[in-house]
């Protein structure tokens, strides 16, 4: 595997630099924070839950595109002013590196525009299937 960073091939591991979350060596993870692994809880058949959370928007790439564009900057101009590399203003606006949340609420401020979303799973019942959730437990239909 290769570094996002540096291009060095070796062990790579999850660190978020600069507000993006990559894959990168233990050189350039040094210049970030490591990203812990979400530990999974077993669920039980039967049991009931509420899922609500945050998400950045779908079309965010486009938004903030849209947005610079707006502004009448330059993509060096605008994440300068941002405090942000211009390679990684460059990926947002691709699409090819998604902003964290605390980032995106920084970019929402100083661009005026919406990029973190929330999404209501809805009332999540489990059924009986060998005690494990399955993705039909999660989708619910709507009529």
Not at 49 to 67: F, G, R, V
Request: charged share 25%; proline share 1%.
């Amino acid at each position: 595997m290769t570094c996002e960073m540096c291009g060095v091939d070796g062990a790579l591991q999850k660190a978020e630099v600069e507000g993006v979350e990559m894959s990168v060596c233990a050189s350039c993870a040094s210049h970030g924070t490591k990203v812990q692994r979400q530990k999974y809880t077993q669920v039980t058949a039967g049991a009931h839950y509420q899922q609500s959370d945050e998400q950045i928007h779908p079309d965010y790439a486009k938004i903030l595109t849209n947005a610079r564009a707006a502004s009448g900057k330059k993509q060096e101009e605008l994440a300068q002013s941002l405090n942000l590399k211009t390679s990684v203003w460059q990926h947002f606006e691709s699409g090819k590196r998604k902003p964290s949340i605390e980032t995106a609420r920084k970019l929402e401020r100083a661009l005026g525009v919406t990029l973190v979303v929330k999404f209501q799973v809805g009332d999540v019942n489990v059924k009986a299937s060998g005690g494990k959730m399955t993705m039909a437990d999660f989708m619910k239909k709507k009529n």
